[in-house]
């Protein structure tokens, strides 16, 4: 190939990348549209109010740290009641061999019976090692995937089995799993666990928070509305 030749090559290819480019973002953005419903599981059902404390968590089914996190969190949870509320987002992490699949496994449930959600995190929680990287290796996916029904039918009730299955062939949830994954990528979101109050990020996400530091969080914010007018931090 001539220079000349050459030349008019690299710069036809070059704009040609430059405008496949600007049609791709285009239809992204396009198909960017947002969810019908709010991203995440509610896990009190009382009413939330303006006054309500508002903890939101990223988790990863298979992540040994959000499973050691979850504890003192529920403790905290159900020492505050009605005063604080707990919406948890998922977040898949691509090492996590099987996070997407457990993820999946949630929104489908979470479908079928959303009071079953959070017993089927405590039970990915619980058996982590089974769905855990090494512990995969020499299994087929359909073999791993058919031990997460498995595991979802015997939290949840074996009458669900075939509605389980069922729900890993549907696109829906498929779509469900994966706008988990954009919501936490739009928070800035890229590990587990992570934690927001009242959508401000906690200092040092990423490992667990015991029950004592969730209650330094919570009690001085429960303080100052408790004070008329005085519903901002003292360390602003």
């Not at 298979?62 to 604080?84: F, N």
């Not at 959303?114 to 020499?138: C, H, I, K, M, V």
């Amino acid at each position: 190939m001539g220079t000349e030749k050459g030349t008019t090559y690299l710069v036809s290819s070059f704009f040609f990348t430059i405008i496949l480019t600007i049609v791709c973002q285009r239809t992204v953005k396009a198909q960017s549209l947002p969810p019908a419903k709010y991203d995440g599981f509610l896990y009190t059902n009382h009413r939330v109010d303006s006054d309500t404390i508002m903890i939101e968590t990223f988790f990863d089914p298979v992540c040994p740290d959000s499973r050691d996190a979850w504890p003192p969190l529920k403790q905290a949870i159900h020492h505050y009641g009605s005063r604080v509320s707990l919406i948890a987002h998922l977040l898949p992490l691509p090492y996590h061999d099987y996070a997407f699949s457990t993820s999946r496994a949630l929104h489908i449930v979470n479908l079928l019976n959303p009071s079953a959600t959070f017993r089927l995190l405590e039970s990915f929680f619980e058996y982590q090692g089974r769905f855990y990287n090494a512990q995969t290796s020499n299994k087929s996916r359909d073999a791993v995937v058919d031990e997460i029904i498995k595991l979802a039918a015997e939290t949840v009730g074996n009458s669900y089995y075939s509605a389980i299955e069922s729900g890993f062939n549907d696109r829906k949830t498929d779509l469900k799993t994966r706008i988990s994954f954009k919501y936490s990528a739009s928070r800035g979101v890229f590990g587990t666990p992570t934690f927001y109050i009242n959508g401000f990020a906690v200092p040092d996400s990423g490992s667990a928070i015991d029950y004592k530091q969730w209650r330094s969080f919570i009690d001085p914010l429960l303080l100052a509305q408790s004070r008329k007018g005085d519903d901002l931090p003292h360390s602003l």
